[in-house]
C-alpha cells in the first residue's frame, strides 16, 4: 500500500498471480500523513513477525489500524492474527 488517502482511510485489492489479496489501513486523524505511513510499516513488520501462519491479519496499533489477508473482508470464516496495542 502505497498511498494515503480519503483522510488516512485506504482499501485495496492486489492481484499477484492467481491470488488476491485484501487490504484495509486507517490511522487517528490527528496524526500527518508520514507519521501515519510509519505507524502502518510498523503495524505491517509485527504483523510478519507474529502472524506468518494465519490467514490475515488484523493488527491495532495506537493510531493506526491494518488489516489484511488473502480473502474478502466479508467472508469471516477463516482465522485471524489479531493483535491490539496501545501507546
Request: hydrophobic letters at 30%; aromatic letters at 6%.
Given at each position: 500500500?502505497?498511498a494515503?488517502?480519503?483522510?488516512?482511510?485506504?482499501?485495496?485489492?492486489?492481484?499477484?498471480?492467481?491470488?488476491?489479496?485484501?487490504?484495509?489501513?486507517?490511522?487517528?486523524?490527528?496524526?500527518?500523513?508520514?507519521?501515519?505511513?510509519?505507524?502502518l510499516?510498523?503495524?505491517?513488520?509485527?504483523?510478519?513477525?507474529?502472524?506468518?501462519?494465519?490467514?490475515?491479519?488484523?493488527?491495532?496499533?495506537?493510531?493506526?489500524?491494518?488489516?489484511?489477508?488473502?480473502?474478502?473482508?466479508?467472508?469471516?470464516?477463516?482465522?485471524?492474527?489479531?493483535?491490539?496495542?496501545?501507546?
Amino acid at each position: 500500500m502505497d498511498a494515503l488517502e480519503n483522510g488516512y482511510n485506504v482499501k485495496e485489492n492486489v492481484s499477484i498471480e492467481y491470488n488476491t489479496y485484501y487490504a484495509n489501513a486507517a490511522c487517528n486523524g490527528e496524526l500527518s500523513k508520514e507519521d501515519c505511513g510509519k505507524c502502518l510499516m510498523t503495524a505491517d513488520d509485527l504483523a510478519i513477525i507474529q502472524c506468518r501462519n494465519s490467514d490475515g491479519v488484523n493488527m491495532k496499533l495506537a493510531d493506526c489500524h491494518l488489516r489484511a489477508g488473502s480473502y474478502d473482508f466479508d467472508q469471516n470464516t477463516l482465522t485471524l492474527c489479531s493483535i491490539h496495542r496501545s501507546a
